[in-house]
């Protein structure tokens, strides 16, 4: 396998119309999406494609570009296949479980060459104008916000894009070592550490594979996430702000085994290689209790008017 290299970035565009309609004004309109490129090449070197992902949120990014790497190299090219391959069996299988029940948000669409092969949930459609404009330039992304100007000043409409973004997740990947990076900004902090992963024994080693590698740092990237969710619904449930056995309660208990058997696929990576992590590999217990004493302050205001009303006795709630 030739070296496979790949980032994840986190995107806004904010797209501002500089001739708005004298009779109304028009806010930005802002465009979300986390984005991941695909480039696939055979060990022949032979099939040769690049896929783009975008989706809602990090994980499902990462783990949907995991899957597509492994219908590439153990199936062949995806492309060109005589019988049209089935995106949507494939989004599924990774959404299903706790992402496909608890998150009815959850969109996501591929592209190849600058159209969409599949799209499922709601996207904005400026993004679809991206990609296009990036295939259209020969893949010049850092230059698509600059095209997509052009392309609606041509079409009659003036606007101004601005562009933020920063990587989530960086992956170098060869047969014999894995090198990852993970930079996560959240409302406890930015969690950042690199780690690679090597086979434990050259003489009957493991082999590094690409998708098992994207679907670790998938879990990596959904446990921190997950991580502050618990932390803040362990709060609420301690000053009950929600039912037992209500939606809310059933997701808590769900999200709860989800982030344990995120930490159990991690350490069973961590089993089959040798795992270097600079710094600490994160500790999702200790991540949960952040979270817990952030949820003080963001549920204050809540409280607060319980106790008003009643619902709560001024000693249950200590700042």
């Known amino acids: 396998m030739s070296e496979f290299q790949t980032s994840l970035l986190r995107e806004k565009f904010t797209i501002t119309d500089l001739a708005p309609s004298k009779s109304k004004k028009e806010e930005p309109v802002i465009a979300l999406s986390n984005r991941i490129v695909v480039p696939l090449i055979s060990s022949d070197g032979i099939d040769n494609e690049t896929f783009i992902v975008r989706t809602q949120n990090m994980h499902s990014c990462a783990r949907l570009a995991a899957a597509i790497t492994r219908e590439f190299f153990e199936r062949g090219t995806i492309a060109n296949r005589a019988a049209p391959f089935s995106w949507k069996t494939l989004w599924h299988d990774v959404i299903k479980g706790y992402e496909k029940d608890w998150n009815p948000d959850i969109w996501c669409a591929v592209y190849y060459k600058g159209r969409a092969v599949f799209q499922e949930g709601e996207h904005h459609p400026f993004l679809d104008i991206i990609e296009q404009c990036d295939a259209n330039n020969k893949k010049e992304y850092a230059q698509s916000v600059a095209f997509a100007e052009d392309a609606f000043s041509q079409a009659g409409k003036k606007v101004k894009i601005d562009h933020d973004s920063n990587i989530a997740f960086i992956a170098s990947i060869k047969d014999e070592e894995a090198k990852c990076g993970i930079i996560i900004r959240a409302a406890t902090g930015a969690t950042t550490f690199n780690y690679t992963a090597k086979p434990l024994d050259k003489d009957n080693a493991m082999s590094i594979h690409v998708h098992t590698t994207l679907t670790v740092a998938a879990a990596f990237l959904e446990a921190v996430q997950l991580a ?85 006795e001024q000693k249950d709630w200590v700042m």
């Open 228 to 312: 502050f969710q618990v932390g803040l619904m362990n709060r609420k449930k301690e000053y009950h702000l929600f039912e037992a056995y209500s939606d809310e309660d059933r997701k808590h208990k769900r999200a709860t085994r989800r982030l344990a058997n995120l930490n159990r696929a991690i350490s069973q990576y961590e089993q089959n290689f040798e795992v270097s992590y600079r710094p600490d590999r994160p500790t999702f217990p200790e991540m949960v209790a952040k979270a817990e004493e952030k949820a003080l302050s963001i549920l204050k205001p809540q409280i607060e008017k319980m106790i008003e009303e009643g619902e709560l």
